[in-house]
């Protein structure tokens, strides 16, 4: 049974560029968080989609957005990339309770 | 909203010693405490979790206690190994499937 996968696994972007970061949850949960984890920092909560719909989001700009999919799969975008959105970025899946967390993405913006 | 402390930032003990590690929480609607290991370069891992209607949980050597009157949750090890070493964080939601709050962690350091 697989668990989170993610894609890419590390990222470099110019600033001002825009990147996408995808994940498939594990088997048979329906609910995907994304997470942001700078260096040396616990993670901040992104947002959460759960039946297509972003159910809850964190204390982000708009230039993070996401998706997901009807195989609940799901992609987390982020626009306008600044020096500061450099870290690791961490795709959650669950279902009704506790998270499996994928390997993340890290992403360098230069 | 919520705001989750935790303390120490680093911890450094003899390898078969006891460590402990505490949190607290801000937001009293705060009723699923997990734990997570995350060991360098690594994806977070639940080690254990409670929940606000239980205040101790064990499992082996880990163990965490929840003190709701005070807002205070510990995680503790004993008999420590190496392979404990690692960084530990503390996270408190309003729900196991919601979002998780964190704490800033702590690099436990297991010392031979």
């Known amino acids: 049974d697989a668990g989170v996968t993610q894609s890419p696994t590390h990222l470099i972007k110019t600033r001002g560029q825009q990147v996408t970061l995808r994940c498939s949850p594990k088997?048979?949960?329906?609910?995907v968080s994304w997470y942001q984890q700078a260096l040396g920092q616990g993670p901040q909560f992104i947002f959460q989609?759960?039946?297509?719909?972003?159910?809850q989001r964190g204390n982000f700009p708009d230039r993070f957005s996401g998706h997901q999919f009807p195989n609940y799969s799901s992609e987390l975008n982020v626009n306008a990339l600044l020096l500061g959105d450099s870290a690791l970025y961490l795709c959650?899946?669950?279902?009704?309770?506790?998270?499996?967390f994928g390997s993340g993405t890290r992403l360098t913006v230069v | 909203g919520e705001n989750v402390e935790q303390h120490p930032s680093t911890l450094s003990v003899q390898e078969g010693d006891s460590a402990v590690i505490k949190c607290t929480y801000s937001?009293?609607?705060?009723?699923?405490f997990p734990w997570y290991k995350q060991e360098l370069g690594k994806r977070p891992q639940l080690i254990i979790d409670?929940?606000?209607n239980v205040g101790e949980k064990k499992d082996q050597r880990i163990a965490v206690t929840l003190n709701k009157t005070a807002k205070h949750f510990s995680l503790h090890i004993t008999e420590t190994q190496p392979e404990d070493s690692a960084v530990y964080f503390c996270?408190?939601?309003?729900?196991?499937?919601?979002?998780?709050?964190w704490g800033a962690g702590t690099k436990l350091i297991i010392k031979p």
């Open positions: 959650a899946s669950s279902l009704a309770s506790g998270y499996t």
């Open positions: 088997s048979g949960h329906d609910t």
């Open positions: 989609y759960y039946e297509e719909e972003e159910r």
């Open positions: 937001d009293s609607a705060s009723n699923y």
């Open positions: 409670i929940r606000s």
């Open positions: 996270a408190a939601s309003i729900g196991s499937n919601y979002q998780l709050i």
